[in-house]
């Protein structure tokens, strides 16, 4: 894939270019277009500017999610062939949207995020132990990418030792998305492996996810195998990679931003407001629609079945909504970021992600309150539809 487009205004999720410092490209745009277009991967819109984002994302009825909502123009669920709907709630519209998401939000509530706290810290205790005992490690390999997957795992009573699994299959769909094969063919064992699963939670329903969803009904009608499928697929899917890119990512800052990393441990109060920064300045997740028709998006105009990226990370770094935009303020006082998304599609898992956060980071700064990058060059990041560190060894 080329990393530097013929066009100015050309953009590549996946080049180096961007995944390296894409708010330099987001910048340009907003002064030089301001919504971007792409040829890549069967080409995309790309608006970079706070306002026109919300616009495009509250417009449900022009911009669907119907249609795949992957950054790029690849197959999705839809086409496995078993998950007719996708994965729901976030590849459907109203009104299906509306009790395929219901479904999921009960598990997702602050309450019972809150029982889901002691698993993650003693999760987060174990793999610290086994951290300091090394003496150094990966913040991202050895503890952000570990945590998030086997959090969802344990809420939907799937074995531990199957994460290694879900990581592979989650990259695959992601991260390596450009490489059509390897991504159908991950979709096609997580399918799999999820009909194991329901098939032994019919047997044996517990207290987990997979079981609410194979015993509750909607309007007295059990819920169909396929959407229950499609939403176990996408639990893991977006509650992975998502959490893991921003666990690695405030770990990343601390480790290479001392005089915020000794802030946050003298004034653990901050912790809050610096998640909610690095949600915004570090912001993971890009998400596609499609235009279900000839339209214009901020004077500029589409056609019916183009792409249009809801580019959650370029509005959060819009200068008309955020002072000193480009800034890393751990006490920002005014911070309505939308790395979580907006409109009916905002993260069901919100909760989950933010109590995720906090613990790993509570754990890490308890038992490695000093530590800073091993090697600056050796850091990785991970671009396309979430952006994240991969690879940050650290030294204490
Ligand atoms: C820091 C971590 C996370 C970030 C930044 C994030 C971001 C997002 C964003 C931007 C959307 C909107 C998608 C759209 O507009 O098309 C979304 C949707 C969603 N997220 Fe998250 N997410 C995170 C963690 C999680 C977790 C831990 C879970 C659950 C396990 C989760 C489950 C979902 C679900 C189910 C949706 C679809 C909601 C709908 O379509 O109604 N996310 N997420």
């Avoid at 969802?152 to 009573?157: P, W």
């Avoid at 915020?260 to 610096?274: G, I, K, T, Y």
């Avoid at 500029?300 to 955020?322: I, K, Q």
């Avoid at 909760?351 to 890490?364: F, I």
């Amino acid at each position: 894939m080329t990393a530097v487009a013929a066009d100015r205004n050309d953009y590549d999720l996946f080049g180096e270019d961007y995944v390296a410092n894409p708010a330099e490209t987001w910048a340009r745009f907003r002064e030089e277009c301001p919504i971007a277009h792409s040829t890549e991967y069967g080409g995309s819109w790309l608006p970079v500017r706070y306002d026109d984002v919300v616009a495009a994302a509250r417009d449900i009825d022009t911009f669907v999610s119907g249609q795949g909502v992957s950054v790029l123009k690849v197959a999705n669920l839809k086409d496995s062939g078993i998950l007719s709907a996708g994965a729901p709630p976030i590849s459907v519209d109203p009104p299906m949207h509306g009790w395929t998401r219901r479904l999921m939000l009960a598990s997702m509530s602050p309450k019972s995020v809150l029982s889901y706290e002691p698993g993650t810290r003693d999760l987060c205790r174990r793999l610290m132990a086994e951290i300091t005992s090394k003496g150094h490690g990966d913040a991202a390999v050895d503890y952000a990418q570990q945590l998030p997957v086997r959090v969802i795992g344990a809420l939907m009573g799937i074995p531990e030792e199957d994460s290694d699994m879900f990581v592979g299959w989650v990259r695959a769909i992601l991260e390596f998305a450009f490489d059509v094969d390897g991504r159908a063919a991950a979709i096609g064992e997580l399918i799999e492996y999820m009909q194991g699963q329901v098939a032994d939670r019919r047997l044996n329903p517990g207290d987990d996810i997979l079981s609410h969803l194979v015993t509750v009904e909607v309007e007295g009608e059990p819920v169909p195998e396929d959407v229950i499928l499609g939403e176990a697929a996408l639990l893991l899917v977006a509650g992975v990679d998502t959490t893991w890119s921003a666990i690695g990512s405030s770990l990343y800052h601390l480790a290479s931003n001392p005089h915020d990393r000794r802030r946050v441990v003298a004034e653990p109060e901050l912790l809050d407001s610096f998640i909610e920064e690095v949600l915004r300045f570090y912001s993971p997740v890009t998400m596609g629609r499609t235009a279900v028709t000839d339209t214009e998006l901020a004077g500029c105009p589409m056609s019916e079945g183009d792409r249009v990226l809801m580019n959650f990370p370029g509005a959060n770094r819009d200068p008309d909504h955020f002072e000193d935009s480009d800034s890393f303020i751990i006490d920002r006082a005014r911070n309505r970021h939308l790395a979580f998304g907006v409109g009916i599609h905002r993260c069901a898992g919100s909760n989950l992600a933010r109590m995720e956060m906090r613990v790993a980071l509570e754990e890490w700064l308890a038992a490695i309150p000093e530590f800073e990058l091993a090697d600056p060059s050796a850091v990785t990041w991970a671009g396309g539809q979430v952006r994240g560190p991969r690879s940050v060894p650290v030294k204490f």
